[in-house]
């Protein structure tokens, strides 16, 4: 199958431009996507960046600017700024435009935003799965999602029409599309994205603080299991904050279950149940496998890390 390589958009707005929204464009740019790419940030120092990179074709210090004309605007930055993002927008957004997100939590996302949408345009709501602990512009690359998912969660009102648009948008930039309930995707994600990133600053934060293990040594013994934790722990702090303040009951749902299955572990470690621990760990490596299996992971030892040593 061929992938048609004409533009789905005259013009496209991304506004947050760090390491989604550079992504984006460049994911855009290989498929050629976008007749013009217009992009907005905050300050002068992001623009210039950008500038320097070239990933778009105009650059904007006010969002209204960005969107004037524009078919597609996507909503870039972290989420705690959309409500006002999208309200600041809405007098100029263009009739029958399509505005999306990227935001990592949908339902608050949802509620914050769609008050805002203007009759005649048209709000999906999406959330690609696909990140580093990078952010900025600079972090930003066109494989970033390939073979990748990107997940949308329209409601029953959204345009069935614009819906197959964004979806088609995102399989050119690489990705894979699934349509899921917006509180149910709060859930999937509280799981495999949120709570991870929340044990691995608590992890880091609390190796940090021990008092009985130097700083120093816990930066030199680091090789192992912790070093993983600290790349979670290394993810953009205003990102990762407005994640936890906007999806806190499937967080602390998660959460509860988690400190369950933990309590079970310490009692197993305590009285010596080490067949407890070895059914667990055998369940465990078996879904490592099945990501693996999946196409989401490389088999290779220490995630095809290159094995460098420090001269
Ligand atoms: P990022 O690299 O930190 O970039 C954020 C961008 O937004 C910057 O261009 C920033 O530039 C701009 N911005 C505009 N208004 C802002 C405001 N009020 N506060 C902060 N920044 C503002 O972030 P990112 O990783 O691309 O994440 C962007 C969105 O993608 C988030 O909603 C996140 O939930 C979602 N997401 C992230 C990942 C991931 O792994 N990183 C994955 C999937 C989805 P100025 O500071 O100059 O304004």
Redesign the pocket.
Same mark, same amino acid.
């Given at each position: 199958m061929t992938m048609d390589s004409r533009p789905l958009f005259g013009k496209v707005a991304l506004? /947050?431009?760090?390491?989604? /929204?550079?992504?984006m464009a460049h994911a855009m740019r290989r498929a050629g996507l976008a007749a013009h790419i217009a992009?907005?940030?905050?300050?002068?120092?992001?623009?210039e960046k950008?500038n320097s990179i070239g990933f778009a074709d105009g650059l904007h210090d006010a969002p209204e600017m960005a969107v004037r004309e524009a078919d597609f605007v996507v909503?870039?930055?972290?989420? /705690?700024?959309?409500g006002?993002?999208a309200k600041e927008i809405a007098p100029h957004l263009k009739p029958g435009a399509i505005v999306s &997100?990227?935001?990592?939590?949908k339902s608050a996302v949802i509620r914050d935003v769609s008050p805002h949408i203007p009759a005649g345009v048209h709000f999906v709501p999406a959330?690609?799965?696909?990140?580093?602990?990078?952010? /900025?512009?600079e972090?930003?690359f066109p494989e970033l999602f390939d073979g990748r998912w990107c997940v949308l969660t329209p409601t029953p009102e959204t345009n069935a029409q614009a819906v197959e648009t964004v979806k088609t948008f995102w399989r050119r930039c690489g990705s894979e599309v699934e349509i899921m309930d917006a509180k149910h995707h709060d859930l999937v994600l509280g799981i495999t994205s949120h709570l991870p990133h929340l044990i691995a600053y608590n992890i880091v934060g609390t190796a940090a603080d021990l008092e009985q293990v130097t700083q120093s040594e816990v930066i030199k013994f680091s090789a192992g299991g912790f070093r993983d934790f600290t790349r979670i722990a290394a993810? &953009?702090p205003?990102?990762w904050r &407005?994640?936890f303040l906007n999806n806190r009951e499937a967080v602390l749902e998660v959460l509860g279950r988690f400190t369950e299955d933990l309590t079970a572990l310490q009692r197993a470690i305590r009285w010596g149940d080490g067949e407890a621990l070895f059914n667990l760990f055998t369940r465990t490596r078996a879904i490592r496998r099945s990501i693996i299996e999946a196409g989401q992971d490389t088999p290779a030892p220490n995630f095809g890390r290159l094995r460098t040593r420090k001269p």
């Open positions: 506004l /947050g431009i760090g390491l989604i /929204g550079s992504s992009g907005y940030a905050r300050s002068p120092e992001t623009l950008a909503l870039a930055t972290p989420i /705690g700024a959309f006002e993002l &997100d990227v935001g990592s939590v959330h690609p799965i696909a990140g580093t602990e990078q952010s /900025g512009p972090a930003g993810s &953009d205003t990102m &407005d994640v």
